[in-house]
């Protein structure tokens, strides 16, 4: 797992941003893995604004969102769907029809997981995993307590995501208590993952993920199974970790071939 110290969310944006970028010249028909929740927004802003530039093509991309909400209804502006077309695929050149979702309001929910998982897999897997981190450790909607081995299902959230995700809705009581998400085994199915956390309500959370033991308590914790980790914190995300000046030292010191 590599550990990326930076001052903001711009230099975030763009350390991840230069990611994407070099991953589409390699594959122009990359499949990337897009989260919601603010800490992407940066990147988001910075490919639109790449894409303005011509320095990007999104036009053979294809994108699978981790997770969705159940029970709202479809278009609702709080749908991860609906999301991350408003803030991205919207603002670049990706076409519609290439970004998949999966679907909360299914009749039949666990077919529908299935027919995500399917449907990643016909598209050859996720190149590029973006992910935010929830404060109490989840990744997509896996709250603590998840299999590390988990696929696309059914979840319920912990009151303390529903507090947080308040913000985005008329209050507490009007946040789902269930979603569907990808599962632990299908994120670390991905070949490259970069976790994007910022601010200091999520140091601990960042300093459990990176050094504390793998465990179910806190599932992003389970990124340190993969082979391909790239951890992009501010100044207050890291503020508790133990070995940062070590991440720093290494960054600083990196062969420039290496790319992230
Ligand atoms: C939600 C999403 C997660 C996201 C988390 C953190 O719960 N399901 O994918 O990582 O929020 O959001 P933020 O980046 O706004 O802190």
Known sequence: MEVVILPGSKQIGSLAADAVEALLRRKPDAVLGLATGSSPLPVYGELARRQEEGRLDFSRVRG????????LEPGHPQC???VIRREFTDRVDIAPG???SPDGSAADIPAA???YEDAIKAAGGVDLQ???VGTDG???FNEPGSSLAS???IKSLIEQTRRDNARFFNGIHDVPHHVVTQGLGTILDANHVILLATGAQKAQVVRDLVEGPVAAICPASVLQLHPHVTVLV???AASSLRLADYYRHTYDNKPAWQGL
């Open 64 to 71: 699978f969102t981790l997770d969705e909400y159940v029970g």
């Open 80 to 82: 991860y769907r609906e």
């Open 98 to 100: 290439n970004v998949y």
């Open 113 to 115: 997981c299935r027919a």
């Open 130 to 132: 973006l992910l935010g």
């Open 138 to 140: 989840h990744i997509a």
């Open 151 to 153: 696929r696309t299902r």
């Open 234 to 236: 501010d100044e207050a």
